[in-house]
């Protein structure tokens, strides 16, 4: 497998994209920098700011997902799991806040009663 198929599945596996053509770039020079070294690579993708924005992403989203899980007993819909991700991202509100919010839906009292 050549270097830039390499590159491309790592960074899929990652990021589920695949890099652009400037990023690519980017990426082989510091494959090459680094004896070639994939290993070397991945370490360094998975050091990227990019890299840890999009793991703390999906850890809200599974503890979103576990909130739904046990207060509604159910899967969240892409609505309102976006719309608590963002609200916890974009406006620093809680996990509390967003448990406190699931119990005052209809839903969730009309499951206690």
Request: proline share 2%.
């Amino acid at each position: 497998m050549d270097y830039k198929s390499q590159i491309n599945e790592l960074y899929f596996m990652l990021f589920n994209e695949t890099p652009d053509s400037n990023n690519m770039e980017s990426l082989l020079k510091i494959l090459h920098n680094n004896d070639n070294s994939i290993d070397h690579l991945e370490i360094y993708l998975r050091n990227s700011d990019s890299f840890k924005i999009l793991s703390k992403t999906l850890e809200i989203e599974l503890e979103i997902s576990e909130l739904y899980y046990i207060l509604l007993n159910r899967k969240p819909d892409t609505k309102g799991l976006t719309f608590f991700k963002n609200e916890i991202i974009q406006h620093e509100k809680s996990l509390n806040w967003v448990s406190v919010t699931l119990k005052n839906s209809d839903e969730y009292k009309s499951k206690i009663s």
